[in-house]
């Protein structure tokens, strides 16, 4: 499914948005979401309200797509990020990952 989103001066230049709502816990790839991003039929919207925990493992496949993403010059942006999972965003400070989330990005940590 798809969404329309306008541009900030409400130009009617518009942008389909794939919207993926990911099934619980991230604990590994998934297939489902590189399929799409692979498609490269837009911008991708990943919805956490189901996802209450998330691996190491998730956490590197998260960074990788994203990665992969900028090089196709595809947005992808988080929603409904539970508490648990906004937490380990945080403490892991990833930019890529903390950017698609909406949080600020301050730079290196020491």
Not at 7 to 31: C, E, H, M, N, Y
Not at 47 to 67: A, N, P, Q, R
Request: with cysteine.
């Amino acid at each position: 499914m798809t969404e329309k989103k306008k541009s900030k001066d409400s130009s009617i230049a518009t942008k389909d948005v794939a919207q993926f709502r990911l099934p619980g816990p991230l604990v590994k790839s998934l297939d489902e979401v590189d399929k799409l991003l692979a498609a490269g039929s837009g911008d991708l919207n990943l919805d956490f309200s189901d996802c209450t925990f998330i691996s190491v493992e998730g956490l590197e496949w998260l960074e990788e797509m994203l990665l992969r993403a900028q090089s196709k010059g595809v947005s992808i942006s988080f929603s409904n990020v539970t508490p648990s999972v906004y937490k380990v965003f945080k403490v892991a400070h990833i930019d890529s990952v903390m950017g698609a989330c909406g949080l600020p990005i301050s730079g290196p940590v020491c």
